[in-house]
């Protein structure tokens, strides 16, 4: 079994709430050294890292745009089957989703789609017998989605309590938690979302905070049952991906046998990843060796492919511009041939510099003649793309899902893009979009592998080649 964490709509406490349970979770856990493991709705990548550095354990995206419904199917089954208990944090408010025609990709076709229940969180700041109204629209707005209970957050006093359960007590709805205004644990944003766990030096006496209010402002007799595991955890067998195998690298006696090695950025400035994505490299024979494009002076011996994720190049911009060594590495690498898969902050950083928000202009490693240029409007949404030519990762028309969230944008698109985008509804058109050259394949379309291995396997096969 599981819960859905819901909100009432965005910014009611979702990821507190979700981080206070998981941080209580976790404590139990360790005198029986039980498995939590947590779920994200939809293509986020930061709150997954929060979940993750509690439990210790890979959070994974429930996405069925960006995959399909048969693997959110297969993906919950293999990871919760695992663990002792199992939560999910929804996305947006409960019935938001890709269009405002139907609720796809929202958190509630997640919880109909496994078949789990919802525990939905209202924020009670300036009502109270109102929200008797507000729990009982979202209780019948869809008779398929099992509300288990709600969360109260915001309450303001005792008597404002007292005055809430009043009104909820008729609707025999249960109230899983209580947690107060002075409760809110406020964790640092900037302008794509939260601060990621990597730059936060207090985060380990804020997921203290976070334990206490787990272990204090909620009914475990009532949601332990929901969130266990009805049947003892089983250990999930290694994935069995197709192999691709390299002959003879440097350093190697002829018919020697290694995997892959591709170079995968990661640091302060790079850590948008799918772990999905990372177990399905590994499962297909690829080796990925973990560099800091910030740090490192180079990149690392003997690889046959480079992946670089998004993240925050341009808070990092000049740290990024004042390693010299790493940007000429890596243009050396990707001018030889090097197959290379780049997305979003990882675009940026192929380009030939970025331009910051303060208007400061930062080099980069110059394989594209564009800049990428930070500015106040957020592209979001999710992407078909079509491809206009071949790169490491697709043929020329293939149609792959992917997902924008960036506010920079180049200052050349070129004349050959990568890719025509269209929105989730196929009359929307967006510019086109990407970048090949050499053997590199660079877009701000975020790509999960999940239902599109052929991805994969093209980009390992060229980089077998």
């Known amino acids: 079994m599981a819960i859905v964490i819901a909100g009432e709509r965005s ?34 990548y930061i709150d997954p890292m929060f979940h993750s ?23 919950f089954a293999k990871y919760s089957r695992i663990a002792t208990y199992s939560l999910i944090e929804g996305v947006m408010g409960l019935f938001d989703g890709a269009t405002g025609k139907d609720d796809t990709a929202s958190t509630a076709h997640i919880a109909r789609l496994l078949n789990v229940p919802v525990v939905l969180i209202l924020n009670c700041a300036s009502t109270s017998r109102s929200i008797a109204a507000i729990a009982h629209g979202y209780r019948t707005f869809d008779p ?37 205004r002075q409760d809110n644990i406020v964790i640092p944003d900037r302008h794509l979302g939260l601060i990621p766990t990597a730059e936060m030096s ?44 390299l002959l003879s690298p440097a350093g190697r006696g002829v018919g020697d046998e290694v995997k892959i090695r591709i170079a995968i ?44 994720g998004g993240g925050f190049p341009e808070v990092f911009a000049a740290e990024l511009a004042e390693n010299k060594t790493a940007r000429e590495s890596v243009h050396n690498a990707i001018t030889s041939g090097i197959p290379t898969y780049a997305e979003c902050g990882g675009l940026m950083y192929l380009c030939d510099r970025i331009v910051d928000f303060e208007d400061k202009s930062f080099p980069m490693v110059n394989i594209f003649p564009t800049g990428a240029k930070m500015g106040k409007r957020l592209t979001l949404g999710y992407r078909q793309a079509i491809a206009l030519q071949d790169s490491p990762l697709v043929n020329k028309g293939d149609r ?39 053997q590199a394949h660079a877009s701000y379309t975020h790509l999960h592998f999940g239902a599109q291995t052929n991805l994969l396997q093209r980009f390992l096969s060229t980089c077998c080649r």
């Open 11 to 44: 910014g009611v406490g979702k990821t507190t709430v979700t981080l206070a349970l998981l941080a209580a979770l976790k404590e139990r856990s360790q005198s029986n050294k039980s498995l939590v493991q947590s779920f994200k709705v939809g293509p986020d």
């Open 53 to 75: 550095h509690i439990t210790r354990l890979p959070c994974r995206n429930l996405d069925p745009v960006l995959t399909s419904e048969a693997y959110v199917r297969s993906c």
């Open 144 to 180: 398929r989605i099992q509300i288990a209970g709600v969360v109260l957050n915001r309450v303001g006093s005792d008597r404002h309590l007292e005055l809430l359960t009043q009104a909820l007590e008729p609707l025999n709805l249960p109230i899983l938690g209580v947690l107060r």
């Open 202 to 245: 207090n985060l380990d006496s804020i997921i203290d905070r976070l334990s206490y209010l787990g272990k204090t402002c909620f009914d475990w007799e009532k949601l332990l049952p929901l969130m266990e595991n009805p049947h003892p955890p089983t250990p999930s067998p290694a994935g069995k991906g197709e192999q691709f195998l």
């Open 265 to 308: 950025a990661q640091d302060r400035a790079f850590s948008f990843y799918y772990a999905d994505n990372l177990d399905l490299f590994a499962e297909m024979g690829a080796e990925l060796v973990p560099w800091s494009p910030i740090c490192d002076r180079e990149l690392p011996a003997n690889i046959q492919g480079l992946y670089f």
């Open 400 to 438: 792959v899902w992917g997902h924008e969230f960036h506010r920079s944008s180049l200052t050349e698109i070129g004349d050959r893009p990568l890719y025509s985008l269209q929105g989730y509804e196929s009359n929307l058109q967006y510019p086109s979009e990407g970048w090949q050259k050499y």
